[in-house]
């Protein structure tokens, strides 16, 4: 079936208001997996579901760049990052930071991440937001994994830097020009210690992340001007930062679902880890992926030339009737004996980690939450009366209260 067109001369307003379900919700009235319409005044295929993540993530045929609108672009990845790379380029620079993504060195982040949680909860204040003190743990654990020395006073700096710059990177307006100014503020923090790696001192701790971004030669065999490391030095801490949002939808899950905290407590095999795959998919984080076409082909009986732009619904692909069975139901035994395909579970993009763009840290993020979830399913502690309310049209969403937590202790 052809790709239908949308009738509205351009549909920004719409997708504000609408935030997650736009996509899927217009494609399921079109009756089609994808639909033709005007994003911010440029023409964009929108699509949802497994066949459209195998056509958006077939190697080499888009490029993030002038794909992503500026105000999420200086928040989220900013000029010559990984992401901002393709061909050999990406290649090269992607391998650096899928050679941090190896188990033995994963596990000693989500081992200190679990060791933080526990330590905050034996001594927990009643009015405390979970959300806000995952954030403080998961940015201490990142600087010293990353291999950033950081003061107590520039941990809480850059917690609240990353912090912001996740936040707003669905925004614009105010809130994102301050939160630009905090990504300037971290930035510049990392560039001095860039600059003193370079002038022969060694701030960095060997055989660490920071050490190896800063001795990378690219494709072209020149290593990574000063900028550019402290870029992508932020686009590691950032993320792990950002899991305390996929970790604070794990623990309402838990809160709400209470039979399977037993099943992880008694360390049912995989349990934890089924859980956590439930969570990801469930849970309103990145809404959609956007590229513009580098290689021109045809899907759909449309030939896409190059340059036009394109948007998958992420959301809406982890939600898709036609693959998973009543999609709204949190339910983690659908994973059971079930492998999923590179493009049906796509929480953090689609396709291969090494030669696409699918996110870098999918496994760190796996092993954080799966280690965090632990630490709570074993730990007791209430939930009080409060706004769970999720809204679906802030992007990124968060349980408005960050999920308050009282009478807590870390073990059961
Ligand atoms: C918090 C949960 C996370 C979510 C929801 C998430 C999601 C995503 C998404 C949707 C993409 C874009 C995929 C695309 O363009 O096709 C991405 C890319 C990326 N992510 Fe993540 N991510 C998370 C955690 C992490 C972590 C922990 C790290 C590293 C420590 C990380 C590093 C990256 C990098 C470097 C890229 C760019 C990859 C490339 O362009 O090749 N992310 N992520």
Known sequence: MPIPRAAAPDLTLGFLAEGYDFVRERCAQYGSDAFEARLMGTKTVFCVGEDAAQMFYEPGRFTRRGALPTFALKLLQDEGSVATLDGEAHRVRKALFMSFMAPERIDPLARASADGL?????????GAALHDILREVLCRAACEWVGVPATEDELEAYTHETSAMIDEAGSFGPANWIARVRRNR???RLRDLVAAARSGESPFFEGSPAAAVVAHRGADGAPLD???CAVE???L??????VARFVTFAALALHRHPGHAAAIRAAEGGAARRFVEEVRRTTPFFPVVAGRVRTPFTWRERDFAQGEMVVLD???TDRD???????ARFDPDRHLGRTPTPFDLVPQGGGDHFTGHRCAGEWLTIAIMQSLVEVLAHASWRVPEQDLTVDLRKMPALPKSGLVLADVAPVR
């Not at 526990?118 to 009643?126: G, K, Q, V, Y």
């Not at 801490?237 to 950002?242: E, G, L, M, S, T």
């Open 314 to 316: 992420l959301y809406g």
């Open 118 to 126: 526990r330590e905050r909860l034996a001594t927990w204040h009643d």
């Open 233 to 235: 030095l932020l686009n």
């Open 226 to 228: 000063e900028a550019v």
């Open 186 to 188: 971290a930035e510049a």
């Open 237 to 242: 801490i950032r993320p792990i930062v950002a």
């Open 321 to 327: 009737p036609r693959l998973y069975a009543d999609p």
